[in-house]
């Protein structure tokens, strides 16, 4: 018997029993279709994650001014002013994992335009910033190294800050206030929308350091120190060489806090990432219950149908048929029936996708793995649940089959 028969065969004891087969069908497809969907809305979580660890920077490692606990006492992320310039440029010099850095100044102003104002902060930083937090510029350019130099009074603005002021005009070559202080307009940030933490991240005026400290702050101290590593994994040993550097600059001896914060926010947004992936994999494992319990019915469905066939099993092996002939007629019936609710579940869980994400508006990331995962799952209930079954009718005596009434 070749290949070709044995599913014509197969199909047309499905369709003897087409309510039977019907359900058996739909009890797959719905194991699939509910197995699509969930991996689907995990997806879409992770990938949201991942996008917002792409907008976290590159390899970015974050200094902070003051100790989070200091001599028993909490402070804030800028308790102290121990840092300062140098600290900046013997990080970058000295410690060789780090391929970039940018001091950072900042604070909050009041910005004007004309007869428009807008509360917001500025940050006073080097060209750097743009690489190391991963910016782009949308309209204009940023300002250079030499308006750093000359303390220029320039500035770069986020969008949120543009729409308040400017809305739909051209800021470019404009002139605002910030504070009291005359900057030119020589660019404008590409947006990025809101931060985990429901934080506007277009909402800053981005200028020369130098410009803050001397123009707007009046102060001498850094209040943030922005880093580059070298690599994603460089950056727990980078973390460590920064820290002995600083303490080492800063005098403090082994009894003493550091008088600084280190943070890594990959490291947050990394555990976020895990915690949705393990989830995502938590309700995938339950969606595939209902597979089981789909395979569960086909076994039922199958031992029935070699109860039901007890006589055409013995005339087969009477007239010479083999057991491995039965038990393939009657394991490739269970992976049709297997195989066609796995292809209606494909389409379930696609429709099911959509609807999910039109009517809660909660997003979905379908995917080529997704189904063929989904597919090649109810292929595999077929042969694991159908494999009994059809070894139990291989193994019939053909003599008690025969008399079988």
Request: charged letters at 20%; one cysteine or more.
């Amino acid at each position: 018997m070749n290949f070709r028969n044995i599913i014509q065969e197969a199909t047309a004891v499905i369709r003897r029993n087409a309510i039977r087969s019907i359900l058996t069908i739909l009890g797959i497809s719905v194991g699939v279709g509910a197995f699509i969907c969930v991996v689907a809305i995990g997806n879409a979580g992770s990938s949201s994650i991942e996008k917002q660890l792409q907008n976290l920077g590159d390899n970015f490692i974050w200094v902070e001014a003051g100790s989070r606990s200091r001599n028993g006492i909490r402070y804030g992320a800028r308790g102290d002013r121990t840092l300062v310039l140098g600290d900046a440029t013997a990080i970058v010099e000295q410690v060789p994992l780090i391929k970039t850095m940018s001091p950072n100044v900042d604070g909050h102003i009041q910005v004007v335009y004309e007869g428009q104002n807008w509360a917001t902060q500025f940050r006073g930083v080097t060209p750097e910033f743009l690489q190391i937090r991963r910016w782009d510029v949308r309209l204009g350019s940023f300002f250079t190294d030499a308006d750093v130099d000359a303390a220029a009074p320039v500035c770069v603005l986020g969008q949120t800050v543009v729409d308040n002021l400017f809305g739909d005009q051209n800021p470019v070559g404009q002139t605002v206030r910030v504070q009291s202080v005359p900057c030119m307009v020589v660019g404008v940030l590409r947006a990025k929308g809101f931060s985990a933490t429901g934080q506007d991240q277009d909402d800053f005026v981005v200028m020369p350091f130098t410009t803050a400290e001397k123009r707007i702050s009046g102060t001498f101290w850094l209040d943030d120190i922005f880093c580059s590593a070298v690599s994603r994994e460089a950056m727990p040993e980078a973390t460590k060489q920064i820290v002995g550097l600083l303490r080492e600059r800063h005098h403090l001896n082994p009894a003493e806090d550091d008088d600084f914060n280190i943070r890594r926010p990959e490291d947050v947004v990394q555990a976020q990432l895990a915690t949705s992936r393990i989830m995502t994999i938590l309700l995938a494992s339950v969606a595939s219950l209902s597979l089981l319990v789909g395979g569960i019915g086909i076994m039922n469905i199958m031992l029935v149908s070699v109860t039901q066939r007890t006589r055409e099993i013995g005339v087969r092996l009477a007239v010479g048929a083999t057991e491995w002939d039965v038990q393939l007629q009657f394991l490739s019936e269970a992976i049709v029936l297997s195989l066609l609710g796995g292809l209606l579940g494909l389409w379930a869980g696609y429709l099911s996708s959509a609807l999910v994400e039109r009517m809660f508006q909660m997003p979905t990331e379908l995917s080529p793995s997704i189904f063929a995962v989904g597919g090649l799952f109810s292929a595999g209930i077929g042969i694991l649940f159908g494999y009994y079954p059809a070894r139990k009718a291989s193994q019939l005596d053909p003599i008690q089959g025969l008399r079988y009434e």
